[in-house]
């Protein structure tokens, strides 16, 4: 079973940038796509950027799209979330998680496995 821990949230000025990480322990980590998601106070949990294991192709929702890029790295069972240009609207709790299939998926609920989350204030 994977287990996940993320790291790099803060509080950041808007315009700036951070790099959330989020590292994966057990096994099946190199099987499994990786997603991001964010919850704002008072709004339901959303997918914002998937990678898949089998190609490495990724989504980007339309709200970070040019401005959040994921990747992994699965020498290190690490995946990480670059994000620059950041928005007040990007404020919210910040979750990475592992779905067992080589694909990504967009629907939460195919993610079986969750990080504990990290916040990401962004100030006007």
């Known amino acids: 079973q994977v287990q996940l821990v993320e790291s790099g949230g803060g509080l950041v000025q808007a315009g700036g940038s951070l790099r959330l990480s989020c590292a994966a322990s057990g096994r099946a980590f190199n099987h499994s796509s990786m997603g991001w998601f964010r919850q704002a106070p008072g709004k339901e949990r959303e997918l914002i950027t998937a990678?898949?294991?089998?190609?490495?192709?990724?989504y980007y929702a339309h709200s970070v799209m040019g401005r959040f890029t994921i990747s992994r790295d699965n020498a290190k069972n690490t995946v990480y979330l670059q994000m620059n240009s950041l928005e007040p609207g990007d404020t919210a709790v910040y979750y990475c998680?592992?779905?067992?299939?080589?694909?990504?998926?967009?629907?939460?609920?195919?993610?079986?496995?969750w990080g504990q989350g990290t916040q990401v204030t962004v100030s006007s």
């Open positions: 990678i898949s294991w089998s190609d490495g192709s990724t």
């Open positions: 998680a592992a779905a067992p299939y080589s694909d990504w998926y967009s629907n939460q609920y195919e993610y079986k496995t």
